[in-house]
């Protein structure tokens, strides 16, 4: 299977309180061309910092990306200059960020906006931008193409906003679009549409795509592969099938036992306790281990390594499955 991206040990710090803090350590993953990768895990986890790391968006100072490789393609993104970055960056690898009311420039039209991504990476001006731009908002299900086009982001819904987003990610037809919560604060109904979208969208423009989630019935239903996080280090990773047949990691259980079930209505929702450590109070061992049920004194003292199960598609960070 082609290789669209390969990152390898990323290490990913940030200066807070005259300390150095762990924001991501040893992520490791490959994602191969047309595939979707879900990367999964409560609020905390690292996934975004993982995805801001592929694109170079890590703020500096405070962050910094002390070490590791990203792959895309023949080019190694950390080696790049920023100039150099800046050619890769919307053009051949896409990103749409979470919330787009705070991502879309306010003070600008949703279609200079989408206009400036065609300017900048295809040299597309004018008339040919807006025509190209008009012909985008249709693929990603806008109908008012007018009205769209002229509003600025606070005249649109939630839903139409996401859907611009999705459009000027698309507009130069990346190979690589990492979505980042792409359905966050909508309700389920368009959240369904969004997300056939996208799909639609994967398979007519043989994108591979990275999908940022804390919903295991979405990564059940797009991703191809899956990667848990936690603490900003993989705890698991399989095929999505596998996964969810077939948990390791006591994490990945709690957080499988957690969605709502209609033949569970009548009992209470599974909770995890406890909560996702701060950067700066990772405890030693194994990170997950106050908060797990097959804690032991190991777990507490020594760090587990990512161990190879099922003749190497099924990855886990767990010391009972060494």
């Known amino acids: ?104 420039n306010p003070v600008f039209t949703c279609g200079n906006q989408i206009a400036e991504a065609l300017r900048l990476h295809k040299g597309i001006r004018g008339k040919d931008a807006a025509a190209l731009g008009m012909e985008l908002l249709g693929e990603v299900g806008i109908t008012e193409h007018n009205r769209a086009w002229s509003s600025y982001p606070h005249q649109l819904s939630g839903g139409m906003r996401q859907r611009i987003m999705i459009a000027m990610a698309l507009s130069c037809s990346p190979k690589l679009l990492i979505a980042d919560e792409p359905t966050t604060a909508l309700d389920v109904t368009v959240q369904a549409k969004l997300l056939e979208l996208l799909k639609k969208l994967q398979d007519s423009k043989n994108m591979s795509m990275i999908l940022i989630t804390h919903n295991l019935g979405i990564v059940a239903d797009m991703a191809h592969d899956v990667m848990v996080m936690y603490a900003g280090e993989v705890m698991e990773s399989a095929p ?20 709502p079930s209609i033949e569970k209505r009548a009992e209470r929702l599974t909770v995890i306790p406890g909560s996702v450590p701060t950067i700066l109070d990772i405890p030693a061992g194994c990170p997950f281990h106050p908060r797990c049920e097959k804690s032991t004194k190991r777990c ?23």
């Open 1 to 104: 299977m082609m290789s669209c991206l390969s990152v390898k040990d990323l290490q990913v710090t940030f200066s807070i309180q005259k300390q150095k803090a762990r924001a991501v350590s040893g992520v490791s993953f490959d994602l191969g061309d047309t595939r979707t990768l879900g990367i999964v895990g409560e609020s905390g986890c690292g996934k975004s910092i993982t995805a801001l790391s592929i694109m170079r968006l890590i703020p500096s100072p405070p962050g910094k990306i002390e070490s590791g490789t990203i792959h895309f393609g023949e080019k190694e993104l950390l080696s790049l200059s920023e100039k150099e970055m800046c050619k890769v960056r919307g053009k051949s690898i896409s990103m749409i960020f979470q919330d787009p009311m705070t991502s879309l």
């Open 240 to 259: 999505s099938q596998i996964l969810f047949d077939s948990p390791l990691h006591p994490y990945t259980a709690s957080l499988l036992k957690t969605i």
């Open 300 to 322: 507490e003292t020594e760090h587990p390594e990512l161990h190879c199960v099922d003749g190497g598609k099924h990855h886990v960070r767990c010391h009972h499955y060494e």
